[in-house]
Each structure stands twice: as C-alpha cells, then as structure tokens.
C-alpha cells in the first residue's frame, strides 16, 4: 500500500453508561475509549479501543503508544508488520483494526472478503450483560431484559452469587445463562457453587480463580464448562489453557487486534475450544470488527453499545438482541 500522505490521528472519547456497569473490580459511569484514525488521501480508517487497569493500560499510556507509531504509519505500516512492532493489548487493537478500515476501503472491498471468509456476515445473538447487583435488583433487570434477549450474561463476585442466580433464573426461566466471575472467586467457591449452578441451567462460568492462580483447575471435574477471559490474551496464550478451559474469551482489546483475533479463533478452534467473541463497554465502532471474529462462535458477546446511554453515528444495529453487520460507513 503507498504511503503517500498517509497520517494517524489519535483522539479520546467518552460516551456515558446508561445507569452504572458494575464488576467485581468495580464500577463506572461511562466508557473511555481511544479512536486511531489513519487517513490517506481521501480515504480513512478508523479503529477504537479501551484502554483496561486491570492489563496495566491508562488512556494516557495508550495514546502515547498510538501516536509513537506515526512514523511508521507514515512509511506504509501494514498489519504484519503491526504485530511485529507493537505489543497485544489496546492500543495496538485500535490502529489495527483502522488498517483494516482503510485497506477495505482503498480496495472498494469489504473487510470480511479481505479477511478471507466464505460468506458474508450473518446476524448474531448476542448476550446482554447484568451488572453485579443484590438478588432483587439482578432479578428486576433480567426480567426486563429476557423478552428480547434470549441469552444472559451474569457478572458476579463471590459469597451470595447463588442467590443471585436463582434470582435471575426465577425471572428469566427460558432464558439461557452464562456467569462471568471476573477472577473472584476461589477453588472452594467454585467445587461449591458449580453444582448448584448446573442444577440452575448455567452453561458456562467465566474466569472463576484469578488468572494466576487458575492452574488448580488442571484436571477437575467441573459439570459447568469453564471459559478463559482474562487468562487468555494472544495467540501465545492458548497452549496453557489446554486442560484448564472448554471455552476461549476472545477479545480484540486483548488480543491486539482482529488480525489476532482471526488467528486465536482458527488456532483455539483447531485445539477443541469453543469460542466466546467478547468486549469491553464501548461504542459500535468497537463492536464492529468483532462481528467478523463472532461469526460460528458458541458464545456471542457484543453487547457493549447496548449498556451505554448513547453511541456513536453511524451505529450498529440491535433487533433486541440481534446484531446485525456494520456498514462501510461505520467500519469496514
């Protein structure tokens, strides 16, 4: 790709959470995000990510990161060369996928043929998120929720999480159930809670132990799948969930990237995971690329735009739960 007048531009957005988004770390009241745009001519590509406490990364480190690399975005940067240069994680997620966005652009081409898949997109389901709360409180949003969104995700925390999820299955009795721990819980925990949890119809628990100590998990019994979230990042990081996991949290924050994310989905497949496509709260824009990382997958996660009180123009589109494909317009 020439690199004639090729320049990045590096911006910060904040866009307010409908309500509070609480985990297990903690709470907020808005999604801070960094946006890398790579304009070239008459052409640019936009990508955006959020910057995570918990992998080391601020809003100031990232954009710092982004913007050392307009220099080599000057001299024609490409994707393979991205992944040499700049390690996993958000910032490199963000000028990424912008590549991605101009070369589908410059090329009069859809990402997803770039990518190289058979098919165009397909409409995904994706689940909807519910904040760690009381019982009452988790059992009221669910009950909200469970018309127009099929799937649930429930962010939990420790001691009381069964009361919270009987409460959310009471609400929600067809409604299907995943529980995300966020490294809260511990061995004893979870040899407790899991029986209970499969009684309930929860399919799979989400990054249970903290990722350092999740090696106790070699070789249990568990009758609720497990599935790797914050213990899975890069490619690198697959051959030492083999044992651990059933289920691979995918996310392009983590990865670095769709170029990542494409080669994580086709390695962890090949090993016998099953797939989650997951994200942090942010904007469509974010959302957009994973769509093409979600197609096939088991778990659908994509839900950030749907926790936010407002998102960017042009939007993806929800039908409830139904995520349908990005247009060029937005990415892509």
């Known amino acids: ?14 866009f307010p959470i409908a309500g509070t988004f609480r985990i297990s770390r903690g709470a907020k009241t808005e999604a801070q995000v960094v946006v890398a745009e790579v304009v070239q001519e008459c052409k640019r ?7 995570y406490a918990r992998y080391g990364e601020s809003m100031d480190g990232v954009v710092k990161a982004l913007e050392a690399m ?7 940067l490409n994707r393979e060369r991205l992944r040499e240069v700049m390690p996993p994680g958000a910032a490199r997620n963000a ?6 966005d101009l070369e589908a652009k410059q090329a009069g081409k859809p990402a997803w043929r770039l990518a190289g898949l058979a098919d165009a997109p397909k409409k995904l389901v994706t ?20 018309a127009d969104h099929p799937i649930l995700k429930m962010k939990l925390t420790g001691e009381g999480d069964l009361d919270r999820v009987r409460a959310v299955r009471e609400a929600a009795p ?8 966020n490294e809260a819980w511990t061995l004893e925990q979870l040899h407790r809670f899991a029986p209970v949890l499969a009684e309930l119809g929860v399919e799979m628990i989400e990054q249970p132990l903290p990722a350092g100590e999740d090696e106790a998990l070699r070789g249990i019994d568990c009758p609720v799948a497990l599935g790797a979230d914050e213990s899975c990042h890069d490619l690198g990081s697959l051959d030492r969930l083999k044992g651990l996991y059933q289920v691979v949290n995918i996310k392009l924050d983590k990865a670095g990237g769709l170029t ?14 099953d797939i989650m496509v997951g994200c942090m709260v942010a904007t469509s824009l974010a959302m957009a690329p994973a769509v093409l990382v979600g197609q096939g997958a088991r778990y659908v996660d994509l839900d950030g735009p749907l926790l936010l009180a407002e ?21 892509g």
């Open 70 to 76: 307009a220099g080599e975005v000057a001299e024609g």
């Open 127 to 146: 689940c909807v998120t519910l904040s760690v709360d009381e019982p009452a409180a988790m059992a009221a949003a669910a009950r909200q929720r469970a």
């Open 174 to 181: 067809a409604a299907r159930l995943v529980v995300d721990a």
């Open 1 to 14: 790709m020439s690199s004639t007048s090729r320049r990045l531009y590096v911006r910060r957005d904040s």
């Open 45 to 51: 590509g936009r990508g955006e990510c959020v910057p």
């Open 260 to 273: 990542e994310a494409l080669l994580m989905k086709k390695a962890a497949e090949e090993a016998g995971f």
């Open 95 to 100: 000028l990424d996928c912008a590549l991605w």
């Open 311 to 331: 998102d960017r123009t042009p939007a993806l589109h929800y039908d409830g739960a139904v995520l349908c494909p990005p247009a060029a317009e937005l990415w």
